[in-house]
């Protein structure tokens, strides 16, 4: 027995050892097993005697890849113990951070703060340096797997484009096993909470007086806003001007339930389940042709115009209805499953606008959280939920992604070994044009935010404790470069607090800016950081504006500006020339808050945001015009209060304004608070109005309304919530469409905004 027992150690110090070596870690010689075997020949029977039993003895987890040592056995988790002498060069390849077996390199973000702060009331500035000291609290490392090539063209690739799920990654280097991984993971969670449902058992059973309730954890995926005006794609036989979704990233087009290639309107009409084309010329309306997405059993949707394809995307409802037996009658009932839920891609030819033609459908598992188009390639996004309940090893449909049918490949498979998530990320690539898939990605990992850059995608998500139920004092960040189709996994860091929202996070020259809110000490502050492309921290400006929150930014170049609010409205600006060395240039205090900034024009920034009272309350909508052509001198140079209205659409979906950048004509929803609709009434019903703004800007005579054009009718009941996010403003030549989705299209000459027709 005692032979079998030196066999089995041998053969696993053999294991050990060679996945050492492959892992090309350098170990010093005073810590290859050999030498520590010496060093434990050495000791005295009586030394031996003591520790025999020593809980020094590391206990190892060799589950697939990923190496752990553990000091504490769990249930159910098959371990083996290995002698010491290997034990102790493991323990130095988790001090250096390199993961085993997935060919991973941790970079330590080595930084020392200068000694150096430069006071600006309560604003640390603190300059990062490259020398290895305490870190302080705030510093986070970042995670690179694979090489930092640069992404080759869709030409180089060749015949890379095929939809192959066998096919081999343009980015991966070589096999992984994180089918494997992500297996464990999730077993490990399903474990976890099998065990937590006991103890939530034998506590409600225990202490049933005492009314115990345990909450159960859950991933939720928010939907990210758009920002600045996209006019790309007018065809070559387009003239006129027009304008489209407000987008976050000049070049990035960005899916919406209107648009608008120039010459038509297609609108999503989710009441009837059918998007309808209307021809636009000089302000006349004519509704030339509608598709039925009931026959696609697709619903929710958003869309683009790629030139002369009608690209859609929604919620494939194919699965969302089930038989059921009463026992007397069999009926159909619509079934929620957050576990079946799959995301549709639709392409229509529409050269013939009257008659659009289906070309192509695509299935992607996950509910659709968003999508993003550069040139001819479409990239989508969907969150798959794991039914863990359910998984098994043999059946890989049951824990791994899969898209257009094929699951997820292997080496396009990425993990996130330290996370909690039951859901993927899941990442399609398709070229619009040939109407194929390109790539595709599945990230076991959480995502609450997605900002996508020129060349790269970042999905940020707030760090979540599942055996605390709480959340940790900061975010996730994962990078994932793009091009021409093809996604290559580049690297994953952390940083403190969380992202107001999209336009908290930019890149620039390589460098990632964040302007964060945080927690520290009992008290909240904000801070801006900046990251090289490896997400290794170059420099910070914390502890800012303590007590309040961000409530909007803007990146504009090499000038960074945004809004923090508590009871006045600050806004900073950021020197970001060095960024090694950001500086505040000047802040401004004035009354409210800007809840979106707008570039405007050269030197100009519009905010649209609250006035509000001494106490900090909401009052009204407020516009604001920021002089930003001396960052050192930042002044609101005109305001307009619009005391009558309450809340604008733009403060939740940026979708929903207008900007003409030709003249900075801009539009959006207003709704007008109850008080002022009850005295145009003269009754006591609580009644809110929808009306749609427009405004223009000149210097010498500040803000002017053009336009208050009322969406209710004339019963003034038709203002809510719901109805502001289903109403577009869009610009054709000199006519401006207002576009209320299912009722009516109205539209208006620009020179003078008399009303030219309204299409019902």
């Known amino acids: ?29 005073s810590l290859r097993p050999d030498a520590i075997e010496k060093k434990l020949a050495s000791l005295s029977s009586e030394e031996m005697e003591k520790r025999k039993d020593s809980i020094d003895v590391p206990e190892i987890k060799l589950e697939n890849t990923i190496v752990s040592i553990e000091k504490k056995r769990k249930k159910n988790v098959r371990k083996i113990i290995i002698p010491i002498a290997v034990a102790a060069s493991l323990v130095l390849v988790f001090g250096l951070g390199v993961k085993i077996g997935r060919g991973s390199k941790k970079t330590d973000d080595a930084v020392m703060t200068s000694g150096v702060y430069e006071e600006n009331e309560d604003v640390i500035i603190e300059e990062i340096s490259g020398e290895m000291n305490e870190p302080d609290e705030a510093v986070e490392s970042a995670e690179a797997y694979g090489s930092e090539e640069t992404i080759e063209s869709e030409e180089a690739v060749g015949s890379a484009e095929s939809d192959n799920n066998e096919k081999k990654s343009l980015f991966k280097s070589s096999k992984t096993d994180n089918y494997d991984m992500a297996y464990d993971i999730l077993n490990d969670y399903k474990e976890y909470l099998e065990d937590l449902t006991k103890k939530r058992e034998q506590a409600m059973e225990d202490y049933e007086d005492d009314g115990i309730r345990y909450m159960m954890p859950s991933t939720s995926a928010a939907k990210t806003q758009s920002g600045a005006s996209d006019t790309i794609g007018i065809a070559a036989d387009q003239a006129e001007y027009y304008t489209d979704t407000n987008i976050r990233t000049e070049g990035v087009s960005e899916a919406d339930i209107v648009k608008t290639d120039g010459k038509y309107i297609y609108e999503y009409d989710s009441s009837k389940e059918h998007i309808n084309i209307y021809s636009a010329k000089k302000g006349k309306i004519e509704k030339v042709s509608s598709i039925n997405l009931l026959k696609m059993a697709v619903i929710n949707i958003e869309m683009y115009i790629a030139e002369d394809k009608l690209v859609v995307i929604g919620k494939d409802d194919r699965d969302s209805w089930v038989e059921e037996d009463d026992g007397n009658d069999v009926y159909t009932n619509r079934l929620f499953n957050r576990y079946s839920g799959k995301t549709a891609i639709v392409l229509y030819d529409i050269r013939d606008r009257s008659n659009p033609e289906f070309v192509k459908e695509f299935i992607q598992d996950g509910d659709y959280d968003s999508s993003r188009l550069v040139g001819d390639y479409l990239y989508t996004f969907s969150r798959k939920y794991v039914e863990i309940e359910k998984i098994s090893k043999k059946d890989r449909e049951t824990y791994l992604p899969e898209i257009d049918g094929l699951i997820i490949d292997n080496d396009d498979l990425i993990v996130q070994p330290d996370g909690c998530n039951q859901s993927y990320v899941v990442i399609s690539a398709i070229n619009v044009k040939k109407n194929n898939i390109t790539d595709r990605m599945g990230l076991l990992a959480g995502s609450s935010s997605l900002y996508v850059s020129s060349n790269n995608i970042f999905l940020t998500d707030k760090r979540f404790n599942w055996r605390t139920f709480g959340f ?22 952390s940083f403190p607090g969380y992202l107001n929202d999209d336009y908290s996070i930019d890149e620039y020259d390589d460098c990632l800016r964040l302007v964060t809110t945080y927690r520290d000490g009992g008290s909240t502050y904000n801070g801006l950081y900046i990251y090289d492309k490896g997400l290794k921290k170059l420099s910070v400006i914390k502890k800012l504006a303590e007590g309040e929150t961000i409530k909007s930014a803007r990146f504009m170049g090499r000038t960074a500006y945004f809004v923090t609010f508590r009871n006045t409205d600050p806004l900073f600006a950021v020197d970001l020339s060095d960024p090694e060395n950001p500086e505040i240039t000047d802040y401004l205090k004035i009354p409210g808050f800007s809840a979106y900034l707008h570039p405007y024009s050269d030197g100009l920034l519009l905010g649209i945001g609250y006035d509000t009272n001494e106490f900090g309350g909401t009052e009204c909508i407020k516009l604001s015009m920021f002089d930003v052509s001396d960052p050192e001198n ?24 207008m900007f003409d950048d030709r003249d900075g004509l801009f539009g959006f929803v207003g709704m007008m608070g109850s008080d002022y609709v009850q005295e145009i009434r003269t009754e006591n019903d609580d009644f809110y109005s929808n009306n749609y703004l427009v405004f223009d800007y000149d210097e010498k005579n500040g803000f002017k309304n053009k336009l208050e054009y009322n969406l209710g009718g004339d019963s003034w009941s038709g203002g809510t919530y719901e109805q502001m996010d289903d109403i577009r403003g869009l610009i054709i030549g000199d006519y401006l469409y207002v576009v209320e989705i299912g009722k009516a299209i109205t539209s208006f000459d620009t020179k003078s905004f008399e009303k030219v027709e309204e299409y019902k």
């Open 1 to 29: 027995m005692k032979n079998d027992n030196m066999n089995n150690i041998n053969e696993q110090d053999i294991y050990i050892k060679n996945r050492l070596k492959n892992s090309g870690v350098d170990i010093p010689e």
């Open 472 to 493: 940790l004092d900061d975010s996730k960040i994962i990078k994932v470069a793009y091009n021409k189709g093809k996604l290559e996994y580049i690297c994953e860091g």
């Open 634 to 657: 930042v002044k609101e140079k005109d305001r307009l209060v619009l005391d009558t209205y309450e809340y604008s659409a733009v403060f939740g979906n940026r979708k929903t304004l």
